[in-house]
């Protein structure tokens, strides 16, 4: 992926993260930029596979926007939003990132140089990414030249 795209595609996860936080209201906007931050910053070394945005009530996921990269061909790109979350469907947010096979043949040590530059501290998580209780719902398509993220979401 090229700086350009990106960037590009950066934005766009950006703006719907920012709706999700505003909608929700369980995250303040310094702690909603640190993760972003750390996003971009995987993102630019290719590291991240998919981005997993996460309501739970009680601990169990009830909504997700997941965006997944890929190679595209496509030439127009949905806009963001059209996020149906609300404030007070949930009692917490979280962002699950999955690493690409780059990310896993590093070794310790430049694991550990490039975690050194996050300004959050990641930790694994017990929820299947595939989402299988809840039902795949609306999808996007974010394209900037031959880069790609497809957005979906789940209930």
Request: one cysteine or more; hydrophobic letters at 35%.
């Amino acid at each position: 992926m090229t700086n350009t795209e990106m960037t590009s595609l950066f934005k766009l996860i950006t703006a719907d993260i920012e709706i999700i936080r505003r909608k929700t209201d369980l995250w303040e906007l310094d702690y909603c930029n640190q993760i972003l931050h750390d996003i971009k910053l995987l993102i630019e070394y290719d590291y991240l596979s998919k981005i997993s945005a996460v309501l739970l009530s009680n601990n169990a996921p009830i909504k997700v926007k997941q965006f997944s990269f890929m190679s595209t061909t496509r030439d127009k790109s949905d806009r963001p939003g059209t996020i149906d979350w609300e404030e007070n469907e949930g009692d917490k947010l979280t962002v699950i990132l999955s690493y690409t096979p780059k990310w896993h043949n590093k070794s310790s040590s430049e694991k550990e140089r490039i975690e050194s530059l996050l300004q959050l501290s990641w930790s694994s998580t017990s929820i299947n990414t595939n989402f299988p209780h809840l039902k795949r719902e609306s999808e996007k398509n974010y394209t900037k030249d031959f880069a790609g993220i497809n957005r979906v979401g789940f209930q």
